[in-house]
């Protein structure tokens, strides 16, 4: 059964950084499409950050330089460490994936077929 629970969301000032993490069980990383995903209120879901099997990285651009992924399979865990946050970078967070995860790295959300319960992150002053 696979299981995601995200953490390390926070209320932080522009500038700032955050590191979030997602813990999972009940994947494969060697098999697997993974991502950080986020939705503002009245907004639509957008892909933030994604990695496939193999580690090649892919980034939204509003958030390209600013943003990495990373993942560790000895932990079984996906990080998204955020700098030069922006009070537009606010909303929830989640981690997802999806099978497979050989073709390049994906950010469309309908890619994702396991969710966590996301993380808040709000960045106001």
């Known amino acids: 059964q696979v299981r995601l629970v995200e953490s390390g969301g926070d209320l932080v000032q522009p500038g700032g950084s955050l590191r979030l993490s997602c813990v999972t069980s009940?994947?494969?990383?060697?098999?697997?499409?993974m991502a950080w995903l986020r939705q503002a209120p009245g907004k639509a879901r957008e892909g933030v950050a994604a990695v496939n099997s193999f580690g090649d990285t892919d980034y939204a651009g509003s958030v390209k330089g600013r943003f990495t992924i990373s993942k560790d399979n000895t932990k079984n865990t996906l990080t998204l460490q955020m700098n030069a946050l922006k009070p537009e970078d606010s909303g929830m967070y989640y981690c997802?994936?999806?099978?497979?995860?050989?073709?390049?790295?994906?950010?469309?959300?309908?890619?994702?077929?396991?969710w966590g319960q996301g993380t808040q992150v709000t960045v106001s002053s």
């Open positions: 009940g994947i494969n990383y060697d098999n697997s499409y």
């Open positions: 997802a994936t999806s099978p497979r995860g050989r073709g390049s790295p994906l950010l469309q959300p309908s890619a994702y077929n396991h």
